[in-house]
């Protein structure tokens, strides 16, 4: 399996620095800041990638285990919400889900979805997240 690799760099003070976080693919490299992670302005911050990656591999997961059961997912969607708490610590990540997927019941999608939310490889990563909580639902 390959080795994935990204590299940020910051310079200055906590709150008067600045830096970039960059993806090895070159695909995405962008600003972040003391006021991008902890309050609202321009940039990004290390949560908000934690999030896109969680929602990735989620989505990813959950695609491998209904095509293991015979389904062929259509669309599978995921955004994630990365709460930042005091510490700084992540304190919750909320997992959100709307699949189309053709021929599945409800009740066996929530069972494969919770089990694509506690064994993706990101989820497994972030097991010292105190809270991981996921809705599920089929639309289409």
């Not at 005091?86 to 189309?100: Q, V």
Request: aromatic residues 6%; negative net charge; hydrophobic residues 45%.
């Amino acid at each position: 399996m390959p080795v994935r690799k990204s590299e940020a760099t910051w310079r200055g003070t906590l709150k008067e620095g600045g830096g970039t976080m960059r993806l090895a693919s070159g695909r995405y490299e962008g600003p972040y800041t003391f006021s991008s992670r902890f309050e609202e302005a321009a940039g990004t911050n290390p949560e908000e990638l934690i999030g896109a990656a969680h929602a990735g591999c989620f989505s990813m997961f959950l695609s491998a285990l209904l095509t293991e059961k015979g389904y062929k997912p259509e669309q599978i969607h995921t955004a994630a919400a990365v709460h930042l708490g005091a510490g700084p610590t992540i304190t919750k990540i909320e997992l959100d889900t709307e699949a189309i997927v053709a021929g599945i019941g409800v009740a066996e999608f929530q069972e494969v979805a919770l089990a694509a939310k506690a064994n993706c490889p990101v989820s497994k990563a972030l097991a010292a997240v105190p809270e991981i909580v996921m809705s599920a639902k089929l639309v289409g």
